[in-house]
C-alpha cells in the first residue's frame, strides 16, 4: 500500500478510508485526517492533491522528488521539507540512509510523504494507534509528536556513536562500515498546544485554532 489514509474520531470511530471519498469540509475539530504516502508516484501525489484541493505550491512540493529542507506558509496550510534518517539500507543491511521527508499541515489535515519506509512514521504510527481521544488533537500538535519522532532517531544515532567511540578508545568508526543501530526510541506523545509544564503529561485537548 502506498497511500493511507486515517481518519482519527473522537466519537470512537478510528479508521482508514479510501482518498476518493475523503470530503475536507465534512472534518471537523473532533476529527484528524493523516495522509501518509510512501513514494512520490505522480498518480498518487496528484489523487491526494484533488481529494484535499492542495494547493498548487505544496503539490509541487509533494511530487518533487528531490529537495532541500524548506518551509511554504500558505494562508490555511503550511508545507516544511526534512531530511531523516533511516536504518534500511539499499542492499538490505542496517547502515544508515537519509530520506526526505514532507508534511503539509492544514485544518485536521496531516499530509506525510517520503521514499520507502520510514522508522520514525512506522513508530509514530505504532505510539499513536493507542491514543484516546486522539482526534481532539489539531494538525499543529499532531506534526510536532511527528518531527519528534524523526528527532529522535537522529539523537538515538548520535547515542549510539558515543557509545562507540567510548567503548574503543582513539579509534573512530570506520568510514562506510554498516553498523546495527539501538532500537527504536519511543518519541514524547504529541502534545496539545497549550502545551503543559515541565513533567506534566500531555493531554488530547484540541487547542485554540
Known amino acids: 500500500m502506498t497511500v493511507?489514509?486515517?481518519?482519527?474520531?473522537?466519537r470512537g470511530d478510528d479508521r482508514d478510508v479510501d482518498i476518493r471519498s475523503i470530503e475536507p469540509g465534512k472534518i471537523d475539530d473532533r476529527a484528524l485526517?493523516?495522509?501518509?504516502v510512501d513514494g512520490h508516484d505522480a498518480a498518487d501525489i496528484d489523487a491526494v492533491a484533488r481529494a484535499v484541493a492542495l494547493e498548487p505550491r505544496l503539490h509541487r512540493g509533494l511530487a518533487a522528488t528531490s529537495h532541500?529542507?524548506?518551509?511554504?506558509?500558505l494562508p490555511d496550510r503550511v508545507g516544511i521539507a526534512l531530511t531523516a534518517?533511516?536504518?534500511?539500507?539499499?542492499?538490505?543491511?542496517?547502515?544508515?540512509?537519509?530520506?526526505?521527508?514532507?508534511?503539509?499541515?492544514?485544518?485536521?489535515?496531516?499530509?506525510?510523504?517520503?521514499?520507502?519506509?520510514?522508522?520514525?512514521?512506522?513508530?509514530?504510527?505504532?505510539?499513536v494507534g493507542g491514543e484516546r481521544d486522539l482526534g481532539l488533537l489539531d494538525a499543529g500538535a499532531f506534526m510536532a509528536g511527528l518531527?519528534?519522532?524523526v528527532f529522535a532517531t537522529y539523537l538515538g544515532e548520535?547515542?549510539?556513536?558515543?557509545?562507540?567511540?567510548?567503548?574503543?578508545?582513539?579509534?573512530?568508526?570506520?568510514?562506510g562500515q554498516p553498523r546495527r543501530l539501538p532500537g527504536p526510541?519511543?518519541?514524547?506523545?504529541?502534545?496539545?498546544?497549550?502545551?503543559?509544564g515541565a513533567g506534566s503529561p500531555p493531554t488530547a485537548t484540541r487547542s485554540p485554532r
Open 68 to 73: 532541500q529542507p524548506r518551509v511554504i506558509r
Open 185 to 196: 526510541r519511543r518519541p514524547a506523545p504529541p502534545a496539545d498546544r497549550r502545551s503543559c
Open 147 to 149: 518531527v519528534d519522532a
Open 85 to 127: 534518517i533511516d536504518r534500511n539500507g539499499p542492499n538490505g543491511d542496517e547502515s544508515l540512509v537519509r530520506r526526505d521527508l514532507d508534511v503539509v499541515v492544514g485544518r485536521n489535515l496531516v499530509i506525510t510523504v517520503h521514499d520507502g519506509p520510514l522508522a520514525a512514521i512506522r513508530d509514530f504510527d505504532e505510539q
Open 33 to 36: 485526517l493523516w495522509i501518509d
Open 4 to 10: 493511507r489514509a486515517r481518519l482519527y474520531d473522537a
Open 158 to 175: 548520535v547515542e549510539d556513536i558515543e557509545r562507540e567511540i567510548g567503548a574503543r578508545p582513539g579509534r573512530a568508526p570506520a568510514v
